[in-house]
């Protein structure tokens, strides 16, 4: 069984692992006794994680035996720097040689995306270091001796020390900077170049079933006992019972598609540091603001007697959707097709971390004086039945606590996504809710 340790003490998330209660993998967690789980999905009269990422607490009537010693770094991770100190690390990070991005993301970020080489440059995307190690070194400077205390609790996301020293952990891909409401970059994801496929398995009720990908995309081993079952090529999707040679089942696997976003994080690893506790959240303005907005940012922290700071971008109406990039694409595309009425919609976009984490968003609407909210997610995740209780929940808080909401909405056919919908050519229909 795959584990990730998480903050919370004595919880583990269940990776490639299906839950038991929704049948899904990612996000839910098990208690290290076996007989509890935290669902982001099936709901219970129990609430868990309320404040950040919602869950739901279930009792397994049997429990099961959870061996996390040899699965699972016992390195305890670090906690970020204070956003004005990170800032600072990350900005050294995009604006070093070693970070430049390549010929291919250029590329990408030209062509499928649309986006002007001076778009780009604002935006500060960067590559993943080919040689990370370097990039560590540049980054850290005069700091690497101190990062290296042992008895230091803070850290930077993304960075970790192994045998030869510090580096980052990471591949290759494009890094999409994360900014908070005042421009602090706070955090990254990596678009990756290589999204590898991965085999779930429902190793709580079959322990003696494993299964892994022999050779990407779709080429998977499975095993019964250490032994090998079957090995052959695996359909995308399709979910593939096992069974002896008797009809008795011996479990399922299913080959599904792997992440194409992840965060720059390093937690369980020497000195590693985790890149939630809270998860970025990203604030998307034009990018003909954003250059002042840089400048205005640069002068503050330039003054040694500025206690606050005078970039915190206040908006009356923000648009909220799932991802920075896509928020960043948007938003440009958003000043120009509601020209007429930017003032009563907004200019401003706000990606949350995961609808599932919609809280998380509340103190920075409260923070930037919001009055109205645009939800803009993709369309086919809402109408996912899970994904949908999570948008209700969110619509009902937003209204209880005074927000004028509207749901921007459009026909599917035209574009999975609010940036897809505007690169296409049409615009999205606001309702109020």
Known sequence: MVYRKTKIEGWFELQRTVCPICGKTGGCMIHKDGNKIACIRERSDIQFGKNSCQSWLHHLKDGVKVNVSDKVATTKSRKKFPVHLLHGFFSKLVNDSTTLLTTPHIHHLNGERQLSDNTIAKRQYRSFPQQPWVTAKNVLGKFEERLSDQNLTVGIPGFYMNNYGWTINGQSGILIPYRNEYNFITGFQIRVDEVKN?????????????????????????????????????????????????????????????????????????????????????????????????????????????????????????????????????????????????????????????????????????????????????MDAIENEHVNQYFHDMVKELKSQGYEVYVAAWSLKNGKGIDDILLNGYTPQLRKL
Request: aromatic letters at 8%; zero cysteines; charged letters at 25%.
């Open 198 to 378: 991965f085999v779930e398995t429902d190793q709580i009720n079959y322990p003696n079933l494993k299964a892994y990908v022999k050779q990407q995309p779709n080429h998977v081993q499975i095993q019964v006992n250490g032994q090998k079952y079957w090995e052959g090529v695996l359909e995308l999707g399709k979910r593939k019972t096992i069974a002896d040679e008797n009809g008795e089942i011996l479990g399922t696997v299913k080959l599904a598609k792997g992440q194409r976003y992840y965060w720059l994080s390093s937690p369980n690893k020497k000195y590693g540091t985790v890149a939630g506790d809270p998860v970025p959240i990203h604030v998307a303005i034009p990018s003909k603001q954003l250059e002042e907005w840089n400048k205005t940012l640069e002068a503050d922290l330039k003054n040694p007697d500025t206690d606050s700071y005078t970039t915190l971008r206040k908006a009356k109406s923000v648009w909220i959707t799932e991802g920075a990039l896509k928020a960043d694409i948007a938003i440009d595309h958003i000043v120009e097709a509601f020209a007429d009425t930017i003032d009563e919609v907004g200019d401003t976009m706000i990606a949350a971390p995961g609808i599932n984490s919609w809280r998380s968003l509340l103190p920075m609407l409260k923070n930037m004086g919001v009055k109205r909210v645009n939800l803009a997610f993709d």
